[in-house]
């Protein structure tokens, strides 16, 4: 009986511990850092000899991933010690609310793209600009403000860099070349936005209606985030003022005229593009003008397609746009391998710039290596690209979280149910977004490090 | 048993443990993992998110005390107010029309006939599958311009078929259609019960010249009343749960379907919660579904008494 008690007692008390652990949660194992003896080369291997696992989370990048596993495949060699692992998260809430339940554990990946301004706000991400880029020999003005912009918490440089990209992404269009000759059309400058109305008069003339749905040619894509696709648009010059921006003459128009292209089967609607996304069927020959990403391009060359560039285009003529990006590699204060987490970091504004354009078709993020490495001299579809990137201009800050601007049930009340005047529901919807807008400006100016 | 009354006497007197209090030992030292698991897995959870819809906690930062506002708050929220609406719409439109496919399939299945056996196992494979398969599945076959349905419904005549997910007349009848689709789940129940029915009592019946609509009314739905009370409470709470099609329907955008006619309350919680951060009011909306749900149980338990019948008499 006194053994089996004993037993009894074991079990319980380690079933207890168990169910405590669980509900309590663990902290992994910590690296090391130590230092390489004196004497030992510089910039490009790093000054301490790191050892332990990095954790790098991402969400998916096109192409595999390929550049940031070749990125994480040179930083191992250089440091045979330190074991990285990839982590890849699908894109929007999911890869959101895995770091924000990571942020409240105090546990957060190591490196990770900084998707979320709010993280950076709320200061749970290392600033890299003041303390690190003079040690790495860069400065702010090396990269492109556009892309870089996206590592900082209000598109401002001067508010501080949180994140690094290792290349430039650019939302451009693209038109097929051989649709545009057949029809008669003049390609689209590369050095200028088309308006809305030109745009939609192109649509219309390369439509080629088929009886059958998967042979249906259409002459362009008009995605519902395509006409207040610039900030200042729809929220002011300031980000603060939806009413009168978001319902303005030139909105309801551009509106008007991009629902009429998807009732009138120009454009593809929501229900085509979930069975097959724009860059496909640009790929297949079934899209003749499709914004893009810069990284598509692969696809279209593999598919035999002839293609021209052109800037973003616009709902105001007289100005031009392109929207520039990048994914902003940063590491979080709690991570529990700070000195790994910056090295990694530096490799990617440094020697991660000359590596990406050997991996993937698009320009460094640094201005100074693309120019070094002679990026596109050799490759007429770059040097197209460049000329187009010349539109490109930061977007208007705003706080994350205005869910009321929802531009796809605005495009499905007026092309399902035809609704054919944007007018109304934009006044509807700027009064809606103008108190959302107070909201989340006030929630973000709450936050803070 | 006057020996051990003895012994344990005797293992009082030497200061030794009972038997007795040795056994209730030994049984809370079994329990302590289970019990461990209640404070440290639900009770302590529970009273934090007690604590924290009395403050305007947010993901990225601590909440400070701000009482009942967020309870205060959700009188003024279109969307919450919407989110109730559209959970006991559903609720109501559901219910009854899974009890009565689940009934209707299980009677099916309780005939005697060669292969039956296959039937339910096919029968019950859809309510095996993961709930985001099936979503993502129905979100292809109901696409208004490509899906399977659509295709087949103009082959049949009608030109201009419901466009299901992207209309808000339509999207919850396309919910309660996916829906059906894994009724077998419930059917197995039922049919556990009908199976449970003694057939003495249909012999009777037939013997009094009792018709099959007769003995369904006067001794199937009685005899299976309890299966169905259970099913009920389960479909009830099942239904102010749904969050997985929701998600996927929806794309993750904050308008839960069209118009916001799928904006569940489990979905619209999701977004304040961990979209917008707004933990505090997250946690709030979680204890009114809470109260929300008690108090649908308990009319349900109130009908109970009227119409559920139990063989042994009085209540379970």
Known sequence: MQTRGNHVWLVSGLATVAIVLAACGQRPGGSTATPIPAG????????????GTLSVWTYPQGDSEKPIKASIQAFKALHPKLDIKLVVIPEGDPYFQKINTSLQAKNPPDIAIIEDRSWMKAGKVVRLDQQYFPKWGV????????????????????????GIGDFLGGNILVYNKKMFADAGLTPPPADRSLTIQEYADICRKLTKPDANPNKYVYGCSMPEWAPPIQAKDVFGPDGRHATGNLNSPEMVNAFNIASALIRDKQAP???????????????????????????????????????????????????SFVDTWTAAWGTFKDSKHPDAAIEFLH???????????????????SQKVAEQVGYGKDDPVKAEYLQVLKAAKPQVFVPPGVEAADWAELMRQMTVEKKTDAKPLLDAMADKVQ??????????????? | MVAAAQKMRRGRRLGGPSLASAETRAAYLFLLP??????FLLAIPLGW?????????????????????????????DLFLTAVGVTLKWIVLSTPVFMIAGLGLALLLNQKLPGIRAF????????????????????????????????????????NPPNWFEDPGWAMPALVLMGLWGVGGGAIIYLAGLQNIPPHLYEAAEVDGAGPLSKFWNITLPMVSPTMFFVLINTIVDGLLVFGPIYVISSGAQTGGPANSLLFYMYYLYVKGFRDGELGYASALAWVLTVIGMVLVWLAFRLERRYVFYEAGGDA
């Open chain 1, 40 to 51: 030992s080369s510089g910039a490009s291997s790093a000054p301490v000899e790191l050892s």
């Open chain 1, 139 to 162: 400065t702010v003005d090396d990269f492109n403000p556009g892309g870089l912009a996206r590592g900082t918490p209000t598109g401002n440089v001067k508010d501080g860099i949180y």
């Open chain 1, 269 to 319: 609607s929501g229900s085509v593009l979930e069975a097959a996304a724009e860059s496909d069927l640009f790929a297949s020959g079934r899209l003749g003008i499709t914004w893009t990403d810069f990284t598509e391009t692969p696809k279209y060359k593999q598919n035999k397609i002839d293609f021209g560039l052109a800037p973003f285009f616009v709902i105001h003529s007289g100005e």
């Open chain 1, 347 to 365: 490799y990617m504004a440094t020697e991660a710039q000359k590596q990406r354009p050997t991996i993937s078709p698009d320009p460094p993020l």
């Open chain 1, 435 to 449: 108190k959302q807008l107070d909201q989340v400006w006030q929630r973000w100016d709450k936050l803070s490090g």
């Open chain 2, 34 to 39: 289970w019990l461990a698991g209640l404070v």
């Open chain 2, 49 to 77: 998110a007690a604590w924290i819809s009395l403050t305007d906690e947010q993901l990225l930062r601590p909440g400070v005390w701000t009482g009942v506002d967020n309870y205060a708050r959700m009188l003024s929220d």
């Open chain 2, 120 to 159: 339910r196992t096919v029968l019950y494979i859809p309510a095996v599958l993961s709930g985001v398969a099936v979503a993502v599945l129905w979100v292809v076959l109901l696409n208004g311009d490509l899906g399977a349905v659509n295709q087949i419904l103009r082959a049949l005549g009608w030109s």
